[in-house]
Nanobody
Framework: QVQLVESGGGLVQPGGSLRLSCATS????????MSWYRRGPGKERELVAF????????NYADSVKGRFTISRDNAENTVYLQMNSLKPEDTAVYYC??????????WGQGTQVTVSS
């Protein structure tokens, strides 16, 4: 059974930083592309970033490009999202995701990020 456990969220002032982690189990982590999504208040869930199996290919939503960095540790079955220069519009619940049709319905509980002064 796939388990995705996000952590690292919290309340941060504009311009601050947070590092999110997603610990995974129940599948062969190193063979799947992983991604981070977010759902802001009153908004649809959106893709924030993804990273290839080996970590050599990454891509970001335009809204976070240059501020967020996705990374992974295949030995620890964990994917990370380093978020810098945070803005109020980054406020959302953040989720990690296995990019596979097989696991399309598997979501973790998410971690809340609130950017506010």
């Amino acid at each position: 059974q796939v388990q995705l456990v996000e952590s690292g969220g919290g309340l941060v002032q504009p311009g601050g930083s947070l590092r999110l982690s997603c610990a995974t189990s129940g599948f062969t982590f190193s063979t799947y592309t992983m991604s981070w999504y977010r759902r802001g208040p009153g908004k649809e869930r959106e893709l924030v970033a993804f990273i290839s199996r080996g970590g050599d290919i990454t891509n970001y939503a335009d809204s976070v490009k240059g501020r967020f960095t996705i990374s992974r540790d295949n030995a620890e079955n964990t994917v990370y999202l380093q978020m810098n220069s945070l803005k109020p519009e980054d406020t959302a619940v953040y989720y990690c995701k296995v990019e596979s049709f097989m696991f399309r319905n598997d979501w973790g509980q998410g971690t809340q990020v609130t950017v506010s002064s």
